[in-house]
Nanobody
Framework: QVQLVESGGGLVQAGGSLRLSCAGSGRTFSSYAMGWFRQAPGKEREFVAAISWSGGSTYYADSVKGRFTISRDNAKNTVYLQMNSLKPEDTAVYYC???????????????????????WGQGTQVTVSS
């Protein structure tokens, strides 16, 4: 069974930091791009960040650029999202996602749309208080 399991969410004050982790199992994602999305209450899910299979390329939504950092450890089949200078508007459920298939195998392309991802985690809640 293929799974992506997020952890590290919680409640933090504005200006604080959190580090999210997403561990994959049942399949090796080390050769595929991965990403993070988030969904705030009453809003659609939105792209946050993506990282290529090698970790050499990253891309961020404008709203988090300069504050969030995506990274990965392929030996652990895990992707991370370091979130600094958190704001109340960052409050959301955060989802990690992974691509798969021959078109994404070891490419430096960075998927930014939900339909480009094949696997999703269950989400972890991040709440930023003002």
């Amino acid at each position: 069974q293929v799974q992506l399991v997020e952890s590290g969410g919680g409640l933090v004050q504005a200006g604080g930091s959190l580090r999210l982790s997403c561990a994959g199992s049942g399949r090796t994602f080390s050769s595929y791009a991965m990403g993070w999305f988030r969904q705030a209450p009453g809003k659609e899910r939105e792209f946050v960040a993506a990282i290529s299979w090698s970790g050499g390329s990253t891309y961020y939504a404008d709203s988090v650029k300069g504050r969030f950092t995506i990274s990965r450890d392929n030996a652990k089949n895990t992707v991370y999202l370091q979130m600094n200078s958190l704001k109340p508007e960052d409050t959301a459920v955060y989802y990690c996602a992974a691509t798969y298939g021959s078109s994404w195998l070891r490419t430096e392309n960075l998927p930014r749309h939900e339909y480009e991802y094949d696997y999703w985690g269950q989400g972890t809640q991040v709440t930023v208080s003002s």
